[in-house]
Each structure stands twice: as C-alpha cells, then as structure tokens.
C-alpha cells in the first residue's frame, strides 16, 4: 500500500505556470504506474497525464505541450509542471498509483486560474 500526498497548487493567473508535486509513503513509488487527474466543478474526474514505471508518458490532448509529468523514484515523488495555464484548467488535482491489486489516491490540490 503507498499514501499519496499532493501539493504545490494556489492560485495563477492566465498564462502563468505552477509544479504540483505528488510525495508518497509505504511502499516505493517505482513500483507503480503514476498519473494525474483533475475534476473541475460540476465534472467527472478526467486523467490528464500518466508516466509508466519506466518513464513513459502520455497526455490528454488538451494539455499536451503544455504540461510536463515526471517522476524521481528515489525521492518518491510524482511532479506535473504546468505551463501556459489557462482559465479551463481550474479543477481539483489528484495523484493515482496504479499496480496490479491496487489503486490509490491522493486527497487532491486545488488550482485556479483567474485574472
């Protein structure tokens, strides 16, 4: 079993960047797929972005080229770097390890994008 926790979300204006990071405890983040997800209010929980264990990603086509996840096994830690940020990227940000037998989530960090 891993706890996950999110952090590094507030408040941006358009255009501007934030890096969520995603810290997990118990067992070794590396062996576990990751991803990120967001649920905007009023929406279903949509993914965004994934990384494999071994280090591919891939990217819901509204925030390819834009957004970057990347991972650090030996800190245990997920990161999405958000560039270009526009008002419809405003949601709840989650964190998911995903293996065989399980999947966990964080509880989620707030990003709002306004002027």
Do not use: H
């Not at 590396?30 to 997800?37: P, V």
């Amino acid at each position: 079993q891993v706890q996950l926790v999110e952090s590094g979300g507030g408040l941006v204006q358009p255009g501007g960047s934030l890096r969520l990071s995603c810290a997990a405890s118990g067992r070794g983040l590396g062996l576990y797929a990751m991803g990120w997800y967001r649920q905007a209010p009023g929406k279903q929980r949509e993914l965004v972005a994934t990384i494999t264990k071994g280090g591919i990603t891939n990217y819901v086509d509204s925030v390819r080229g834009r957004f970057t996840i990347s991972r650090d096994n030996a800190k245990n830690t997920v990161y999405l770097q958000m560039n270009s940020l526009k008002p419809g990227d405003t949601a709840v940000y989650f964190c998911n390890a995903q293996r065989v037998g399980g999947s966990y989530w964080g509880q989620g960090t707030q990003v709002t994008v306004s002027s």
